[in-house]
């Protein structure tokens, strides 16, 4: 079962992407900053990072450049999520972006293209029918 770690301060959003996620068949972990997502992936193993780009104490463009300067962590898939637009991602190393607002199924197709081979859904569930 694919594993996906969502990084965002909003708790109702960290929630509702884990939900969703969760549905599809993912195991999802959810950190509330960047410096949180450190020390989950510390203990746990993730195969897609989706973070906010926007946090604070650690945010998504300096957690994306750490995990990507890091052996352990360096060909992990991250997709960053920002309405600062894209430009915030770049230099980052993001493997992925989503402008907020997003659509929840254009979400969910993003992270299923963007998890290595091999790694699906335990459920194999298609994206929900969803008008976020």
């Known amino acids: 079962m694919a594993t996906i770690l969502i990084v965002d301060d909003e708790e109702p ?4 992407l884990g939900d969703v996620l ?17 020390e989950l992936l510390e203990r746990e193993r ?6 906010d780009v926007m ?3 650690l945010n998504g463009a300096s957690l994306c450049r750490l995990l990507k300067s890091e052996p352990g962590t360096a060909s992990m898939p991250i997709i960053l999520m920002s309405a600062a637009g894209q430009r915030v991602a770049e230099g980052t ?3 992925a972006y989503l402008d907020k607002p997003f659509d929840l199924d254009q ?11 091999g790694t699906v859904p335990a459920q194999g569930s298609p994206p929900l029918d969803s008008e976020s």
């Open 22 to 38: 969760e549905h599809a068949g993912y195991r999802i972990l959810l950190a509330i900053n960047g410096r949180h997502a450190v």
């Open 107 to 117: 979400m969910q197709a993003l992270v299923h293209h963007t998890l290595p081979p």
């Open 55 to 57: 946090m604070p104490v």
């Open 93 to 95: 190393g993001a493997d």
């Open 46 to 51: 993730a195969d897609l990072v989706l973070a």
């Open 13 to 16: 959003f960290r929630e509702l």
